[in-house]
């Protein structure tokens, strides 16, 4: 069975930070693409930042230049920086595996992944 652990989420002030880690069952070096995804309350799920098996990371338009998504293969995690953080990036954010990075106009899609996790709450105030 597939698990991919996220954590890291809680509530900060606009502006702020936080680090998300996700902590997968799976090889990620070489059989996983990784990304993070994002639902916010009344909204769709929403790509945030994806990266490939050959590490190369790819952005949502509304995120870049604020996270940074990461992975230490030895361990087995996927990170997300945030950084200047904003109240409409209030949602709850999963982590995600799968086989391939489907690239949209907008940003990552859900269409290239196959496992996902539980969900870490960020919450964001003005």
């Known amino acids: 069975e597939v698990q991919l652990v996220e954590s890291g989420g809680g509530s900060v002030q606009a502006g702020g930070s936080l680090r998300l880690s996700c902590a997968a069952s799976?090889?990620?070096?070489?059989?996983?693409?990784m990304g993070w995804f994002r639902q916010a309350p009344g909204k769709e799920r929403e790509g945030v930042a994806v990266?490939?098996?050959?590490?190369?990371?790819s952005y949502a338009e509304s995120v870049k230049g604020r996270f940074t998504i990461s992975k230490d293969n030895a361990k087995n995690t996927v990170y997300l920086q945030m950084n200047s953080l904003k109240p409409e990036d209030t949602a709850m954010y999963y982590c995600?595996?799968?086989?391939?990075?489907?690239?949209?106009?907008?940003?990552?899609?859900?269409?290239?992944?196959?496992?996902w996790g539980k969900g870490t709450l960020v919450t964001i105030s003005s």
């Open positions: 995600a595996a799968g086989p391939e990075v489907v690239r949209g106009p907008e940003g990552p899609m859900d269409y290239g992944m196959e496992y």
């Open positions: 990266i490939d098996l050959d590490g190369r990371p």
């Open positions: 799976i090889d990620i070096s070489s059989d996983y693409c």
